[in-house]
């Protein structure tokens, strides 16, 4: 019989504590099962994270400037098993600051939620853990991976993957506050072919990491080159816990190679999934899904709304600038229109045009906005400005 840990339960794991047991009769059994596997890796398959029910292999990544709610429910919607705040400062939270507070919104229909947060002081990331799961949120992630020198000179972010002692007393801090799993996301090492993450990873474990993300770049890499898998299956033998694979899965064929070679628990999507919900779809199911045009401006439309109802229409006409061109790829809009949605100067007259170049997308919003829970769903931090934040 093949005894895993319940959390490694991948079903390239499988094959490999298959491959490692039994007799040579037995072995050719597990050989055939392990093809049947090989073959069947599913991405709807549920998973789970210290306890926490992950219903797919996709995780909607924690992107900053993007990852609003609007964002992460409308990831749900289509398909990913979890999704992310993007990170929010604990020193932001350790000052009440009310913009910071905006990131700890939680709606019903967002769970399973991980919200990001970062620093590199064990207490002030253990108040921030504890402010996370009062909000609601179902996991708490650190952020060991952002290598913008803003967050890493204060010893954050992608620092701390080269200080292991301090990072495994942020975790510990964190995992001793909250009864909620914690994770880390982590990207390789600061510098180009390091591999701090494998010295690192286990550590956290042992400090009480519940999962762990791996994004196999340097932080000096920013987003250049190839994502290292080679070194997501390196930590995924290494470490007890489930280990979720981040960088360049933009399709169920890329996601399937990276499950397949790395014996990961799940993959995260972030650039790919930019103002195209569909890939999502498309990656869990396996179908090229070319979403009409009607679809396009109608999933546009509730987002433009709900981005304006959570940050305010003015940050959201700012904020939702980059959307128009990532959303209009697709839908056969003409080439000049996205321009046009840019100088709009309020997120009714971009919903207006919308409407005007897509009219039957109207009963689709409809129903989409049918779907969303009422606003009393939302959770309120007793004493706190969350509330206020945006209106909502
Ligand atoms: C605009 C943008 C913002 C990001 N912000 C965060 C963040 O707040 N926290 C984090 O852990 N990673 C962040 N990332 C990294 C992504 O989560 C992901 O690891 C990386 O983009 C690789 O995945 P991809 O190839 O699917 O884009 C960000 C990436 C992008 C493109």
Not at 74 to 101: D, I, K, P, W, Y
Not at 328 to 357: H, M, N, S
Request: glycine share 8%; hydrophobic share 45%; with cysteine.
């Amino acid at each position: 019989m093949i005894l895993l840990p319940p959390e490694q339960n991948s079903p390239v794991a499988r094959r490999r504590a298959a491959a490692a047991d039994g007799t040579p009769a037995e072995i050719g059994r597990q050989q055939q099962a392990v093809t049947i596997a090989a073959m069947a890796v599913e991405l709807r398959e549920s998973w789970s994270i210290g306890g926490v029910d992950v219903p797919t292999r996709i995780v909607l990544a924690p992107m900053a400037g993007v990852s609003i709610q609007a964002f992460r429910r409308q990831g749900r919607r289509f398909g990913a098993g979890l999704v992310c705040s993007e990170m929010v400062s604990s020193a932001g939270l350790e000052h009440r600051n009310e913009r910071t507070f905006g990131y700890l919104r939680v709606s019903a229909d967002e769970h399973p939620l991980a919200i990001q947060i970062f620093g590199s002081e064990p207490r002030a990331m253990a108040d921030a853990a504890r402010l996370v799961e009062a909000a609601g949120a179902d996991i708490v992630d650190m952020n060991f991976g952002c290598p913008v020198k803003k967050v890493t000179k204060t010893g954050a972010g992608a620092h701390l993957l080269e200080d292991p002692e301090l990072a495994c007393r942020v975790v510990d801090a964190v995992a001793s506050a909250v009864s909620v799993p914690v994770t880390v996301k982590m990207r390789r090492g600061l510098e180009n072919g390091s591999r701090a993450c494998l010295e690192l990873g286990p550590r956290l474990v042992e400090a009480g990491a519940a999962a762990l993300t791996l994004h196999p770049r340097s932080a000096k890499q920013m987003y250049t080159g190839e994502a290292d898998h080679a070194l997501t299956a390196e930590l995924v033998a290494l470490v007890p816990v489930p280990v979720i694979a981040s960088g360049d899965v933009t399709s169920h064929a890329t996601a399937l190679t990276v499950l397949e070679r790395t014996g990961a628990a799940a993959v995260m999507v972030a650039r790919g999934a930019q103002g195209n919900p569909w890939a999502l779809r498309e990656i869990v199911e396996g179908d090229e899904f070319a979403p009409t045009r009607e679809e396009v401006a109608a999933e546009l439309i509730v987002f433009v709304r709900e981005a304006a109802r959570e940050l305010g229409e003015q940050r959201a006409v700012g904020f939702l600038k980059k959307f128009y061109g990532w959303y209009l790829g697709r839908g056969r809009f003409p080439k000049p229109f996205k321009q046009e949605l840019v100088q709009l100067a309020t997120t009714e007259a971009v919903v207006t045009r919308l409407f005007a170049a897509a009219p039957e997308a109207a009963p689709l919003v409809e129903r989409l906005d049918a779907e969303l829970p009422a606003a009393e769903d939302e959770v309120v931090l007793d004493g706190l400005p969350i509330s206020l934040y945006g209106g909502g």
